[in-house]
């Protein structure tokens, strides 16, 4: 689960650092991929006694509010190239 929460950082900064859009765009899908792996790792977690309900819904929801921000992120580099 560290892995897959510093691999989301790591690619959007790697993305920033591409020269075209196309580059960056593929990074931050990269980074949604690690966010669905730790949401898998959660939901494993629960169900084996890890973590308790309450911490689980406050972290999906973190999970989910930084895959809503990369998304519109990606629709604004997909709208500036359609420009």
Known sequence: MTRASVSVAS???????????????????????????????MIIAKEIGYVHETRFNKILEMLYKEEK??????????????R
């Open 69 to 82: 921000m990369l998304n519109s992120l990606i629709s604004k580099i997909i709208n500036e190239k359609k």
């Open 11 to 41: 690619n959007i900064a790697e993305g920033c650092s591409r020269r075209s859009q196309a580059d960056y765009k593929r990074f931050l899908e990269y980074s949604i991929g690690s966010l669905f792996e730790i949401e898998t790792q």
